[in-house]
């Protein structure tokens, strides 16, 4: 006996997860890549070792935070890709 798996199509819902999955990446690439540019011209302008120290540890902060929160959302949104795929097994005899 020979298994094979075939997947099909999504459900509307399984295509709406997955868009939001990745308009989601894209989202959050777009913020993580703006606030370390914005970062970057604030510790430019700084005017003394101590503000822009101030500015690189807050500048850290902000990066880990906002990785959390897309490691997070990936997983959560993931999870929701994956389990709305729908799967056909289909058994054949050779």
Same mark, same amino acid.
């Given at each position: 006996?020979?298994?094979?798996?075939?997947?099909?199509?999504?459900?509307?819902?399984?295509?709406?997860?997955?868009?939001?999955?990745?308009?989601?990446?894209?989202?959050?690439?777009?913020?993580?890549?703006?606030?370390?540019?914005?970062? /970057?011209?604030? $510790?430019? *302008?700084?005017?003394?070792?101590?503000? @822009?120290?101030?500015?690189? !540890?807050? +500048?850290?902060?902000?990066?880990?935070?906002?990785?959390?929160?897309?490691?997070? /959302?990936?997983? $959560?949104? *993931?999870?929701?890709?994956?389990?709305? @795929?729908?799967?056909?097994? !289909?058994? +054949?005899?050779?």
């Amino acid at each position: 006996m020979v298994v094979r798996r075939e997947v099909s199509d999504r459900t509307v819902i399984g295509k709406v997860f997955k868009w939001a999955f990745i308009l989601f990446n894209l989202f959050m690439l777009y913020a993580l890549l703006s606030g370390i540019i914005g970062a /970057g011209e604030a $510790i430019e *302008g700084a005017s003394s070792e101590a503000e @822009r120290a101030g500015a690189g !540890i807050g +500048t850290m902060l902000g990066v880990g935070a906002l990785m959390t929160f897309w490691v997070m /959302g990936d997983v $959560i949104l *993931g999870l929701f890709v994956l389990f709305t @795929r729908r799967k056909k097994i !289909i058994e +054949t005899d050779d």
